[in-house]
């Protein structure tokens, strides 16, 4: 028969001890970061029209674009893209100096996340480059007659 100061410590140590083995074997972990199949083709966000360029998660998909005057240009943000930061300028320097859509004009440029899109208008005949504050090779023309 055990002595009662065993049987003491034993009970006493018992529900701490089951409490931690439960935890260790109930912890969270981070799952990994599910790798897309090969065929796997990205869709972009809906919402985009005939004016419209899908923003993938490092470029634009289209580098070249001609509207007419007055037309809106939608910029897609694709799902699985992350943020951009977009603006009138040159691999990646914001140059709000340029003339064109007053929300490409702020001082940073305007933010837009996946799954978002920007819709703006383009009013008068120019030449509009485009750049990402964040992925310096991001760059297109938009071109209105």
Known sequence: MKTPRAL?????LAPPLLL????????ITRASTPTPPADYTARPTP???ANSVD???????EHRLTVKRGAEVTFVVRLDSGPHILCLGKDGHCDPSLPGPQELRQDGG??????QSLTLDFVSPGV??????IY???NMVITVT
């Open 8 to 12: 003491a410590v034993l009970l006493f």
């Open 20 to 27: 931690v083995m439960s935890l260790t074997a109930c912890s």
């Open 47 to 49: 919402g985009g029209g």
């Open 55 to 61: 923003v993938t998660a490092m470029d634009f998909a």
């Open 110 to 115: 305007f933010s837009v996340d996946a799954g």
């Open 128 to 133: 509009y480059p485009i750049t990402c504050a």
């Open 136 to 138: 310096p090779s991001m």
